[in-house]
């Protein structure tokens, strides 16, 4: 047997077209899985000896109703990342490590991607979670232990039917859809997800998942995105035609 023949033998990942992939979900005999609900827990984000997971200093572990797992972190006060994988069951599974998409060797740590890059700009920041019965709230926060504390991105993270909304104040148009909002509010939770006020701006959502919009098997993971009617996607791609943006997605 050859090299060529060997390698194929060994490699675990099969080309599949689009359409055909999409269509072995879609039918009934497929084995996909599609969580319901999310939930939040302290111990998820620790190791097995007590300490903090690193991959979880900037980002926080969410567990699905299957058990499986998911990493939500912020590499940057306005951007962040999704991991899944459903191998995973617990919040130590998840590692701090980047692939190799990702410059530095880690997220976080000496040398890691957040400390350089925070090095580099001269910004303090951390990330905060405000929860209440429907919604787990991600914010990432400019200086944080100040009086010129400022909010830069929410994920609202909706407990039941699992669902993800992005929200970040926007020198745009006028919000397109209506702002998710906490069942009970308080003094404090009011204060703590305040957004900066800016003239000409205002709070929007700038992404959103579809409800249950998780489906995954033992090889192929989709995360469902509700297209925003004043969003355009730009990229290019397999079949992803000679335009940078999107119109029609």
């Known amino acids: 047997m050859g090299w060529a023949e060997d390698t194929k033998l060994r490699d675990p990942y099969i080309f599949v077209k689009s359409d055909d992939f999409f269509q072995d979900i879609d039918s009934s005999t497929s084995n996909v899985k599609r969580p319901r609900t999310i939930?939040?827990?302290?111990?998820?984000?620790?190791?097995s000896d007590g300490s903090q997971n690193p991959a979880c200093t900037h980002g926080r572990v969410f567990r699905f109703d299957d058990g499986s797992l998911l990493l939500v972190q912020f590499m940057r006060p306005k951007v962040w990342q999704i991991r899944f994988d459903p191998n995973n069951r617990n919040g130590e599974d998840f590692t701090d490590f980047?692939?190799?998409?990702?410059?530095?060797?880690?997220?976080?740590?000496?040398?890691?991607?957040?400390?350089?890059?925070?090095?580099?700009e001269n910004i303090e920041w951390?990330?905060?979670?405000?929860?209440?019965?429907?919604?787990?709230?991600?914010?990432?926060v400019l200086n944080p232990k100040t009086s010129n504390r400022q909010v830069q991105l929410q994920i609202w993270i909706q407990r039941d039917p699992f669902q993800i909304t992005v929200v970040r104040v926007l020198e745009s148009n006028p919000p397109a859809e209506k702002l998710p909002v906490l069942q009970s509010v308080n003094s404090t939770n009011s204060k703590q997800l305040e957004l900066p006020e800016?003239?000409?701006a205002r709070a929007a959502i700038i992404w959103k998942t579809r409800p249950k919009g998780l489906q995954y098997t033992e090889r192929a993971t989709i995360l469902s995105i509700e297209?925003?009617?004043?969003?355009d996607f730009m990229g290019f791609g397999e079949q992803g035609g000679k335009d940078l943006f999107k119109k029609k997605t």
């Open 126 to 140: 951390d990330v905060e979670i405000v929860q209440d019965p429907q919604y787990i709230v991600f914010q990432s």
């Open 227 to 231: 297209k925003s009617v004043t969003a």
């Open 198 to 200: 800016q003239k000409g």
């Open 39 to 47: 939930t939040f827990d302290q111990a998820d984000q620790l190791l």
């Open 98 to 120: 980047n692939t190799r998409t990702i410059i530095r060797d880690t997220l976080s740590g000496p040398g890691g991607l957040i400390q350089t890059l925070d090095g580099l």
